[in-house]
């Protein structure tokens, strides 16, 4: 795989604990974010997302919150399993003006069975 | 199957000698872009583009050209490239902008 687990912050959780991954975005202006997770020697995928007038948003055993006041996001995974370990990236971008995507350096998660 | 396909996968050469990496998706997709990706860095935008005929810089774009003639097609061109244009490329695409993107698989370049 592709070695993009470099100086990467890891997140080391046994299987079946919950997993929490912070981001801290950096436009106030951002108004549209993604979580992203790429497995070694793929692109990233698509997890979930959430507009700024939301702070919650939940999928199918993911969560994701948005703090805006401290531009704060974090990913939770409910009962995490191997197939989770991953790189997990944040994006941050603005629908209406500018439209460039910023991403997040990325935190690996490492399922412990 | 809807898909995003990047060529060449794999790909070492030489300082200066100009490249393209071709970008293609099915999707009938309006948004494009182009990223590299460096270990500690993340993903980085180089460009990326509205629609057709419509591009526009990102984060990291000295070096780098592109073009959107068509809207499943959007290249990378590298027309003197330099070894700290090493790494690894991807191309996206979304609907639109404000919604998640699909991304290729990867484009590993080497620049000696």
């Known amino acids: 795989g592709e070695s993009v687990g470099l100086h990467l912050p890891t997140l080391s959780v046994q299987e079946g604990d919950n997993s929490i991954i912070n981001c801290a975005y950096s436009?106030?202006?951002?108004?549209?974010f993604i979580w992203y997770k790429q497995e070694s020697g793929k692109g990233p995928q698509f997890i979930i997302d959430i507009r700024s007038n939301m702070d919650k948003r939940q999928g199918q055993r993911v969560t994701v919150l948005l703090n805006k006041t401290v531009k704060h996001l974090s990913l939770q995974i409910a009962a995490t399993q191997p197939g989770d370990s991953a790189v997990y990236f944040c994006a941050e971008t603005f629908s209406g003006g500018y439209q460039k995507v910023t991403f997040g350096t990325g935190t690996k998660l490492q399922v412990i069975p | 199957e809807a898909q995003v396909t990047q060529n060449p996968r794999y790909l070492i050469t030489v300082t200066g000698k100009k490249l393209t990496v071709t970008c293609s998706q099915n999707m009938n997709h309006e948004y494009m872009s182009w990223y590299r990706q460096d270990p500690g860095l993340g993903l980085r935008q180089i460009y990326y583009?509205?629609?057709?005929?419509?591009?526009d810089k990102g984060d990291v774009p000295e070096g780098y050209k592109v073009s959107r003639k068509e809207k499943r097609n959007f290249p990378l061109i590298l027309e003197s490239p330099s070894p700290n244009q090493t790494s690894l490329y991807f191309c996206?695409?979304?609907?639109?902008?404000?919604?998640?993107?699909?991304f290729g698989d990867g484009t590993r370049l080497s620049i000696l």
């Open positions: 583009s509205m629609n057709v005929e419509v591009t």
């Open positions: 436009n106030s202006a951002s108004d549209y």
């Open positions: 996206a695409s979304s609907p639109r902008t404000g919604q998640p993107q699909h």
